[in-house]
């Protein structure tokens, strides 16, 4: 496959499948990938349609069924893992480029964030594997029950385009760790990345046809590999919209799925909290990843006593955040990641003011760097919850700013939402923090801190955001079934029957 090369590392001209260890050479449907700080193109995806994702599926039930991974030894299989987050490391400038420039996810974002993720979770996994025990329980008498885990088989993982490497890269070590094969589909918008990393998992030991990667649209490769009969189960990360129709899907095969999906988080900032310390937070929460997350504290309720406050200072920094060039390692703020979705984003501006909003920063595109999909940082202060900017997820650098009054009304607020993935709180009032700590209807509750995670923890959402859990126990469970043995410890009498 020919390549060019692109500030010292190559791009792909063309992003096929990875089935078996190689790259596939289909000709077929062919859709641009585009660097968003420009809008040119920097290669071309060949989509997968059924009769690939199929010959995909089919490697990886072969792989399965042989047991060329599974059957491994745990210490065989750790050491694998291990020499994957290695290679991760060894790549990190490499795959940082790669992601970024059909994300425009910052390099600074990239190289100390998502891409040494995306080595920590092999290594996680790897640990993780060591230390788990299986069950057994001696309290029947005259036999020994064992509860064992066993690999699910073959896994459908399907990943977004906001953390297309870092979000991938847990699924695929969270289902092999434990045995399983999988075929992976990211988005068609963000390839690169995860193509490069599968030739990095083949390298490091993973037998080929464990780890295999399709591409392609959604609706066309995506929807063949969750419906295809011999996917055991599906790992989805997206949107709300999407995940009804792969769960209408899965569920005609009754196949086991987990669902990570979007949020419309609330960041509340009490009068109590050290105000300097949530404005720096709040910025993060809303603007970092080109504010393209699903954990973003996109609904900033703030106490009216600090509202002024807040609102001066958040403003004020956020118009002076760094835009431009996602490979520039100075940049804050790089490009949206494909232009309707700017287009989307922008779209919003009318619909705050329709809904009688504020507008207190931002709002347009950066006609400085076009044709690049630039957009402002954006803040509106709403009148209330039930404008559309409250309610719905824009996903990308515009936060929606709430006051209310009193701490009824900020829960009250909170959970006025579909969704219910994650929930920041800012005070030092230990009383109110606590109290914050029952009535916030999420999946996880950071206090006093701005997001971050651990990997030992169930992450996940509630209502609109999904269900199931990611992270170390929750993910066994996903990916393994319990089998339960029953072993007498002296032979049993049996009844006979028949005599
Ligand atoms: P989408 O739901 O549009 O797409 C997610 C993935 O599903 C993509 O690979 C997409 O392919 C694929 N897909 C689309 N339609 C189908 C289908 N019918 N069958 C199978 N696969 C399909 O989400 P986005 O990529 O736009 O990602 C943004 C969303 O992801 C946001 O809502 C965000 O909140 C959420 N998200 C949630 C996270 C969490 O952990 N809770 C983390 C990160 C993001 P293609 O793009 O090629 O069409």
Not at 7 to 25: C, L
Not at 113 to 140: C, D, S, V, W
Not at 278 to 287: E, H, N, S
Not at 373 to 401: H, K, M, S, W
């Amino acid at each position: 496959m020919s390549q060019s090369m692109q500030a010292g590392f190559p791009i792909r001209e063309q992003v096929t499948s990875f089935i078996e260890g190689r790259y596939t050479r289909l000709a077929g449907h062919e859709l641009p990938v585009v660097f968003p700080g420009d809008a040119r193109r920097i290669s071309t995806l060949v989509e997968a349609p059924a009769d690939e994702v199929d010959a995909a599926v089919r490697s990886a039930r072969a792989a399965f069924e042989d047991g060329r991974w599974r059957r491994q030894p745990v210490e065989a299989r750790q050491a694998v893992m291990r020499k994957v987050a290695d290679l991760v490391d060894q790549h990190r400038d490499e795959l940082a480029y790669l992601e970024c420039m059909n994300s425009g996810i910052p390099m600074r974002h990239l190289q100390k964030g998502q891409i040494p993720r995306t080595a920590y979770n092999f290594r996680f996994f790897a640990e993780f594997l060591g230390q788990h025990a299986e069950k057994l329980h001696g309290q029947t008498d005259g036999y020994l029950t064992l509860v064992l885990r066993e690999p699910v088989g073959v896994a459908a993982l399907i990943g977004p385009w906001n953390a297309p490497l870092a979000l991938t890269s847990m699924k695929i070590a969270g289902a092999i760790a434990f045995g399983n094969s999988c075929v992976c589909k990211p988005s068609e918008v963000t390839p690169l990345a995860v193509a490069r990393f599968m030739e990095l998992l083949v390298e490091a030991g993973v037998p080929p046809g464990v780890v295999n990667l399709v591409n392609g649209r959604g609706g066309v490769t995506g929807e063949a590999l969750v419906a295809h009969p011999q996917v055991d189960l599906v790992s989805f990360t997206g949107g709300t919209q999407t995940a009804r129709r792969i769960s209408a899907s899965a569920g005609e095969g009754l196949k086991p799925l987990s669902l990570e999906l979007g949020g419309k988080s609330a960041n509340i900032v009490f009068e109590s909290a050290d105000l300097d310390r949530a404005v720096d937070a709040a910025l993060v929460g809303i603007f970092s990843n080109n504010g393209q997350q699903c954990l973003a504290g996109s609904r900033i309720l703030v106490q009216r006593t600090v509202l002024e406050r807040f609102v001066e200072a958040f403003a004020q920094r956020a118009r002076k955040l760094r835009i431009g060039s996602p490979l520039d390692p100075a940049t804050e703020i790089g490009p949206l990641a494909f232009q309707a979705h700017r287009q989307r984003v922008a779209g919003y501006v009318d619909i705050a003011r329709a809904d009688g909003a504020q507008l207190l920063c931002g709002g347009a595109p950066v006609e400085a760097l076009e044709p690049g999909f630039y957009f402002q940082p954006t803040a509106v202060l709403a009148r209330d919850n039930t404008a559309r900017v409250c309610r719905e997820e824009i996903f990308g650098p515009f936060a929606t700013i709430v006051p209310f009054d009193t701490q009824d009304e900020a829960y009250a607020i909170a959970n006025d939402s579909e969704f219910g993935l994650v929930s920041y709180v800012w005070s030092d009032h230990q009383p109110t923090v606590m109290r914050a700590l029952s009535e916030i209807r999420a999946g996880m509750v950071w206090i006093n801190t701005p997001m971050t995670r651990d990997l030992r923890a169930p992450f996940g959402g509630i209502k609109a955001s999904g269900y199931g859990r990611e992270g170390g126990e929750s993910s066994m469970k996903f990916y393994t079934f319990e089998k339960t043995v029953m072993l007498p410890t002296v032979p049993p009498s049996i009844p006979r029957m028949g005599i």
